[in-house]
């Protein structure tokens, strides 16, 4: 018997998703950590799943997941912690998987990054700074 606090899914409701590449299965998943590949999932859930190549994702989305205005959850991001998520997206982008535009606002403070999945026809990816 399960307790009320345990997660209990209730299944699918019908065959509807968001394309994957075959490399994240075939290639990436069995060599990335954790951390890489759920911050890469949700990349991709964010970008492909709603068809966009890349995404404007705050570092308190990738941890914590979307929360509309009137209180619906969209997500709940990668369940990780920001030390866990900044990890993953080091790693992501030191193996060449994802790129990062670091943005800031017009009086210089930090402003929501973008993501985007790299693809052989993209230029390298820069490896500096965090998410």
């Known amino acids: ?30 060599r990335l950590k954790e951390s890489e590949l759920r911050v890469l999932l949700y990349i991709v859930r964010r970008t492909f799943g709603f068809g966009k190549s890349a995404d404007a994702i705050s570092l308190s989305q990738l941890t914590r997941g979307i929360k509309t205005r009137d209180g619906r959850i969209l997500d709940y991001g990668t369940g990780m912690s920001r030390k866990a998520v900044i990890a993953g997206v080091k790693g992501l982008v030191n193996k060449g998987i994802i790129t990062v535009e670091r943005r800031r606002t017009d009086k210089g403070d930090t402003d929501t990054n973008i993501y985007k999945l790299r693809f052989r026809t993209d230029n390298p990816p820069v490896t500096e700074g965090d998410p």
């Open 1 to 30: 018997m399960r307790s009320q606090n345990e997660f209990y899914y209730e299944g699918f409701s019908g065959p509807n998703g968001t394309i994957v590449p075959d490399d994240v299965f075939d290639l990436l998943a069995p």
